[in-house]
C-alpha cells in the first residue's frame, strides 16, 4: 500500500505512514469546530483592580488626594465589571 499524503510504500496493515506520520484511513470522529472569539481573560481586570489599590494606597501621599481617590474608585468598579463579566462569560 502507498500513503496518500507522500506516496511511500508502507505495510498494508500500518495505521499511519512510518516518513510522514500521515494516517491511512479517514479519522472516525471529527474534531470539535473552535468557537471564534474564544474565553474572555481575566488578566486585564485582575492589573486593573492591583492599579487601583496601587492608587488607593498612593493617594494619602499624593499632593491630590482627593483625585486620586476618584480614579482609584473607578479603576476599581471597571476591573470589578470586567471580572464579573469574565467570569459570567465563563460558564
Known amino acids: 500500500m502507498q500513503c496518500r499524503s507522500c ?3 508502507i505495510a498494508d496493515k500500518a495505521i499511519v505512514c ?4 500521515a494516517g491511512t484511513t479517514d479519522p472516525v470522529r471529527k474534531p ?10 481575566l488578566i486585564p ?11 488607593f494606597a498612593a493617594a494619602d501621599a499624593s499632593g491630590y488626594p482627593r483625585e486620586l481617590h476618584i480614579t482609584a474608585t473607578a479603576l476599581a ?9 469574565g467570569l459570567i462569560r465563563r460558564r
Open 7 to 9: 506516496g511511500t510504500e
Open 18 to 21: 512510518y516518513r510522514c506520520g
Open 32 to 41: 470539535v469546530p473552535i468557537r471564534p472569539g474564544g474565553r474572555p481573560s
Open 45 to 55: 481586570a485582575i492589573v486593573i483592580l492591583i492599579a487601583a489599590l496601587a492608587a
Open 77 to 85: 468598579c471597571i476591573g470589578a465589571l470586567w471580572l464579573i463579566v
